[in-house]
């Protein structure tokens, strides 16, 4: 038989870690290799790309549509293990798990619907709806959202320190700062409220400055922080002020800082912060990439 889908691997994933320990992605494709008793060839059947082969590419993303439906974990990198929402869906014993399945958990119906890709996901998507080049762009956001999502949960295993220096080196990398060393970490205690500095250019005569704050999933930051940040700035006499927070931002400190008039505040929050990162190369490396070539039409007008 040939690779199954990702869709076809779920369950057989799922039940593999029903024994509520963590198991490694190596492990997940040596399963299925036996489960669905793939040959040597189609063992080694590669990608497109081909940089990975087939088998482990759709176990990953089998892995990460089950985590994005709540029902599997990631305790530590390269490795997957069973929630109580997997445990649960186990004990209904479920023919096979499908993303239309999926779609009963309002996280993985949110992680669809941010990528606008559900044409994309469903195996019976009418192929005409988008051209080659959107289907490659709507993939491609699809595959930095998952990308934006594991950043962030790296942010969350670091310390405070380690994410006050990372949105200085960010807001260096899109081009603040008209020198080098313009930015600096101030962060400490007693500090004010700033925990970095950015200087616009070489004599220090305009600032931008920082507040960084390593927040949990679902713990927004209020207007009670935003208003302690632009007391801070009052304080400096700063005109230009950025929160970032690996988190969000509740709807009045949204309002507060849209209110303020002697400075301009911007907010920043995990998703956003995280997708900068992306844009901007911090903290992530090419793995592929694909060139669409087109007809150059200079070269046959001069034949």
């Known amino acids: 038989m040939s690779v199954p889908d990702f869709q076809t691997m779920m369950l057989p994933l799922l039940k593999l870690t029903e024994d509520q320990q963590k198991h490694t992605v190596p492990e997940c494709v040596k399963l299925i290799e ?11 059947e590669r990608v497109p790309s081909g940089k990975q082969r087939k088998v482990y590419n759709r176990v990953t993303w089998a892995c990460t549509h089950m985590k994005k439906a709540g029902l599997l974990e990631y305790p530590q990198r390269g490795t997957i293990s069973i929630t109580s929402r997997g445990l649960a869906l186990l004990s209904s014993s479920p023919d096979k798990i499908t993303t239309r399945l999926l779609k009963q958990y309002p996280e993985y119906r949110d992680f ?25 762009g709507t993939l491609a956001e699809k595959l930095n959202l998952q990308l934006a999502d594991d950043l962030l949960d790296i942010l969350y295993k670091n310390s405070p320190a380690f994410f006050e220096q990372m949105v200085v080196d960010l807001l260096l990398k899109m081009g603040y700062g008209g020198y080098d060393e313009a930015g600096q970490v101030t962060g400490q205690t007693g500090d004010g409220g700033i925990d970095g500095i950015i200087q616009e250019d070489t004599l220090g005569l305009d600032s931008i400055y920082l507040q960084a704050k390593l927040w949990g999933k679902g713990v927004n930051v209020g207007r009670p922080e935003i208003q302690k940040f632009v007391g801070a700035l009052m304080g400096r006499g700063a005109s230009k002020g950025v929160f970032i927070t690996s988190s969000g931002f509740s709807p009045s400190a949204v309002e507060y800082a849209k209110s303020i008039t002697q400075a301009k505040i911007v907010l920043i929050d995990g998703l956003k912060l995280a997708k900068l990162m992306i844009q901007y190369d911090l903290g992530v490396s090419i793995r592929d990439a694909i060139h669409i070539k087109r007809i150059d039409s200079d070269y046959f007008e001069m034949i």
């Open 34 to 44: 036996a489960e669905f008793q793939l040959s040597e060839t189609e063992r080694e």
């Open 112 to 136: 669809i619907s941010a990528t606008q890709a559900e044409e994309t996901l469903s195996t019976n998507a009418d192929d005409t709806l988008q051209s080659p080049e959107e289907a490659i």
